[in-house]
C-alpha cells in the first residue's frame, strides 16, 4: 500500500502563485506516472498534469504555461508550481500515483483563488 499525503493548498487572490507537493510513502521511481487532477465543485475530476518516469510531461490546455509538474525521486515527492492563478482553478487537487496495474489517490489539498 502506498499513501500519498498533499500539501501546499490554500487561499491566493487571482495572478497569485501556488506550489503544491505531493509526498509518496515510498520510493517513487516504481511509478510510471504521477499526476495531479482536480474536481471543482459540480464538476467531474479532471487530468491537470501529468509527469512519467522518464521526466515526460503533459498538461491540460487550460493550465498550460502557467503550471509545472516536476518529481524529486530523491525526497519522494512530486511538485505542481502554479502561477498566473484564475478563479476558474479553484478546486480540490489530488495527487494521484501509478504503477503498472494499480493507482493510489492522495486525500487532496483545497485550492480557491479570489478575483
Known amino acids: 500500500q502506498v499513501q500519498l499525503v498533499e500539501s501546499g493548498g490554500g487561499l491566493v487572490q487571482a495572478g497569485g502563485s501556488l506550489r503544491l507537493s505531493c509526498a509518496a510513502s515510498r520510493t517513487i521511481s516504481i511509478f510510471t506516472t504521477m499526476a495531479w487532477y482536480r474536481q471543482a465543485p459540480g464538476k467531474q475530476r479532471e487530468s491537470v498534469a501529468t509527469i512519467s518516469s522518464g521526466g515526460s510531461t503533459n498538461y491540460a490546455d487550460s493550465v498550460l504555461g502557467r503550471f509545472t509538474i516536476s518529481r524529486d525521486n530523491a525526497k519522494n515527492t512530486v511538485y505542481l508550481q502554479m502561477n498566473s492563478l484564475k478563479p476558474e482553478d479553484t478546486a480540490i487537487y489530488y495527487c494521484?500515483?501509478?504503477?503498472?496495474?494499480?493507482?493510489?489517490w492522495g486525500q487532496g489539498t483545497q485550492v480557491t483563488v479570489s478575483s
Open positions: 494521484y500515483a501509478e504503477e503498472i496495474i494499480f493507482g493510489y
